[in-house]
């Protein structure tokens, strides 16, 4: 399938913005500890924000580099381009209301963090409302979504457990404890449930909106 005039430059602009921040983010997490360059860079991938956006990146890329194939119809699928923008939209309010006000990050860092936890977010937010086929998706969807944090919470513990290096401070057992940490998993998914189920009504109600009327 070929993109449209309006998709590829989009696209294309935005892969590269996804690229640039996931590798300035990279670079200032590992330059200067050379000694811990295995574990910086396990971290590095431990964290939801960078597996988002690293997902977003890919939906912005395959499309526009390779526009047919397998790897192309996975990408532009509708299922995975709404579940990409579910998981996109939990990381920009996540930070924006839980994590934002804990730290303020300057100069490159203050550019790769307003890259992975705005922008990508918001360009995803609209290539999915601009590019992607509506009304396709069903209400069971979204509970299919939860696939990747429930992965991602499993991966968590058995790291953190390992390392006693935790992500967020949400999810740190070893400050938390068990209970509280569980109960912040426990309303994290429920917003990911309720986030894509509003992801899937907007789909149905637009896909109604531009379904033609019968002649």
């Known amino acids: ?46 964290f ?4 988002t956006n690293i997902l977003v990146t890919a939906a912005f890329v395959i499309p526009a580099v390779a526009p047919r194939g397998a790897l192309w119809r996975w990408a532009d699928s509708e299922g995975v381009r709404a579940a ?9 309010l996540v930070y924006h209301f839980l994590l934002a006000s804990s730290w303020s990050p300057q100069g490159w860092d203050w550019v790769a963090n ?13 290539d999915w409302m601009l590019f992607t086929a509506k009304g396709r998706l069903r209400w069971v969807d979204p509970v299919k979504w939860l696939a990747f944090p429930l992965v991602y919470g499993g991966w968590t513990a058995v790291h953190g457990l390992l390392t006693h290096w935790w992500p967020y401070g949400f999810v740190n057992v070893d400050r938390l404890g068990w209970t509280v940490a569980l109960i912040w998993y426990a309303g994290l998914l429920a917003f990911f449930l309720a986030v894509g189920l509003i992801v899937t009504a907007l789909d149905r109600r637009l896909g109604r909106d531009r379904t033609p009327d019968p002649a």
Do not use: K
């Open 84 to 92: 990409t923008t579910l998981y996109a939209a939990v990381v920009g």
């Open 114 to 126: 307003f890259a992975l936890h705005y922008v990508m977010p918001l360009a995803m937010l609209l």
């Open 48 to 51: 939801f924000t960078i597996l």
């Open 1 to 46: 399938m070929t993109l449209t005039r309006a998709e590829r430059p989009w696209r294309v602009a935005f892969g590269c913005v996804g690229v640039a921040a996931l590798v300035l983010q990279y670079v200032l997490m590992v330059a200067g500890h050379g000694d811990a360059l295995v574990a910086r860079t396990v971290n590095f991938f431990s």
